[in-house]
């Protein structure tokens, strides 16, 4: 009886690889590295039925073509096999199938544990149609007309309103803007209640200077306050003070300058006669009482 031949282990084991299905293969290698089925679930971050799906060959219980190859990528990668042998096994594989025939895509995701959920999906889904909805009840409230009543309600309204706004509108502001303009050559010095000086030196003759509108409780000091020619709002008001006697501490804010008192003016009777003076005589003039 002849012998027969030989089978060497190696050829047999490279024949049932070539052989062996995406899933086998899959299987084989997680098992030679002694990782349990949690193990890839784990690193993958792919639900442990899924994974189990794929080692079974059963992409139908998969969400798709897209998933079936991504996920067998991802569990290629987790056990250090070609993922891009598996891609292309699993690729032809599903669609020799029936799958492959009544659901081909073409989108592939290339990392499935960010795939969003279809509870997310949904929830995005809802979100948008009540964006949607409220957009369009916005706009079919501002595109629809007024009705009878309120254009008569709006009528009503619309003659008092340039009434009340008159009776209501505030009065304008008066100008109260303070000047000081030399008309000779004068030294001053103008300060506030903290002493802070607003204005120290001379000022030339045409010179100007305009008092800071925040000043508080601004005073001023002259020995000539015949040479400063004053302004509240361009209107001129009283000398500050005798000619050639100093002043000090004399407020010169716009409401005590307004407060001064225009000095009354004495009427002259035309043809009355002056009342000559006394005379005066001197002590030589002054007769000798016997």
Do not use: C
Not at 32 to 56: N, P, W
Not at 201 to 221: D, Q, V, Y
């Amino acid at each position: 009886m002849a012998e027969e031949p030989e089978i060497e282990t190696g050829a047999v084991d490279a024949q049932e690889s070539q052989t062996a299905t995406p899933g086998v293969k899959l299987r084989a290698a997680r098992e030679a590295q002694g990782l349990t089925i949690q193990d890839v679930a784990t690193r993958t971050r792919i639900a442990q039925r899924q994974l189990e799906a794929i080692e079974k060959d059963d992409y139908a219980a998969l969400p798709g073509i897209p998933y079936a190859v991504g996920f067998a990528r991802a569990y290629a990668r987790a056990v250090n096999v070609d993922e891009v042998v598996i891609a292309a096994e699993v690729r032809q594989a599903v669609h020799n199938s029936e799958l492959g025939a009544n659901r081909y895509e073409m989108f592939e995701p290339t990392d499935p544990a960010r795939v969003p959920s279809r509870t997310l999906a949904w929830t995005a889904a809802v979100i948008a149609i009540v964006l949607v909805a409220g957009f369009a009840l916005w706009r079919s409230q501002l595109l629809t007309p007024p009705t009878t009543e309120e254009i008569a309600q709006q009528e009503e309204a619309a003659p008092a309103a340039p009434r009340d706004q008159a009776s209501s509108a505030p009065a304008a502001p008066v100008d109260q803007t303070v000047v000081f303009t030399a008309n000779d050559d004068v030294w001053l010095r103008i300060y506030d209640e903290t002493g802070e000086r607003l204005k120290d030196g001379l000022m030339k003759k045409g010179e100007s200077f305009t008092l800071p509108a925040n000043a508080r409780n601004p005073m001023i000091l002259t020995g000539r306050p015949q040479a400063l020619d004053v302004t509240v709002g361009g209107k001129p008001v009283p000398p500050l003070g005798a000619a050639d006697r100093t002043i000090s501490d004399v407020p010169v804010n716009a409401e005590a300058l307004l407060s001064r008192a225009v000095p009354p003016v004495v009427p002259t009777t035309q043809g009355a006669a002056a009342t000559p003076a006394p005379a005066v005589r001197s002590p030589e003039e002054t007769p000798a009482v016997p």
